[in-house]
């Protein structure tokens, strides 16, 4: 195979600009000419007419007494008792009345299954204290 080229390294030369001084950062970020903006908020001064007052405002214009009249209560009904008998029925007694019904049988099997001889109560294990 054959060797591979080599590129000749650059050799570093000084720059011939001269230095201002001024970095990135503050060239991009520095100082900026701004107008300053129009304030368009109306003065905080109270209107004030140099007519005498006459008398009438919008209160009085407009809120003038009228005649009131009485509040009239509605008479309530008095009351009358239903026209015939009571019935005691209510909607459960009407709905769920008792049913013909058959004792039911269990449906747990009988156990045929019978321990052979009678319980003596004592055990063959051996207690140590």
Known sequence: MP?????????WEPSTARLDGWSTSRKDYGPKEA???????????AFRSTEPFDGSST??????????????RREPE???KPEGDFEFNTTA?????RKPMEKTTPIKPHDPYVAPGKFEGT????VSC
């Open 3 to 11: 060797r591979r080229e080599t590129r000749e390294k650059p050799v």
């Open 59 to 72: 209160q009085r214009a407009d809120f003038v007494n009228r005649p009131a009249e009485r509040v009239r």
């Open 35 to 45: 107008v300053r903006q129009t304030n368009y908020k109306p003065e905080a001064v």
């Open 93 to 97: 007694k009407m709905s769920y009345t």
């Open 78 to 80: 008095t009351y009358r």
């Open 123 to 126: 055990s063959t294990a051996r």
